[in-house]
């Protein structure tokens, strides 16, 4: 069974640091494509950065790019998301998916979701 499970949210102040992690089970770390998407409730899902162990990673959020940077570990099947410079307008719930594809651009259609970890930055 793929399991996904998203820690490390919490509340920040503008400007500061978190990182999440994606703790992954039940597949191949390496046959996969992880990634991590946000969603501010009443607004849909925002693809932010992929990893796939065999390409270079992906980011589709432009206003992260710079910010934020996605990492993967094999060893301990954990894919992690660091985030700086944080701004209010990161706030939002983050999810961990997971596709065997290893594929990204699909990151907001894959198949296997965690259950989120909130993410709030005060101003």
């Known amino acids: 069974e793929v399991q996904l499970v998203e820690s490390g949210g919490g509340l920040v102040q503008a400007g500061g640091s978190l990182r999440l992690s994606c703790s992954t089970s039940?597949?191949?770390?390496?046959?996969?494509?992880v990634g991590w998407v946000r969603q501010v409730p009443g607004k849909e899902r925002e693809g932010i950065s992929c990893f796939t162990s065999d390409d270079e990673p992906m980011y589709f959020a432009n206003d992260v790019k710079d910010r934020f940077t996605i990492s993967g570990d094999s060893a301990n099947k954990t894919v992690y998301l660091q985030m700086n410079a944080l701004k209010p307008e990161d706030t939002a719930v983050y999810f961990c998916?997971?596709?065997?594809?290893?594929?990204?651009?699909?990151?907001?259609?894959?198949?296997?979701w965690g259950q989120g970890t909130q993410v709030t930055v005060s101003s």
């Open positions: 998916a997971a596709d065997e594809s290893l594929v990204c651009a699909d990151l907001i259609d894959f198949d296997y």
């Open positions: 039940g597949f191949m770390f390496d046959d996969y494509a």
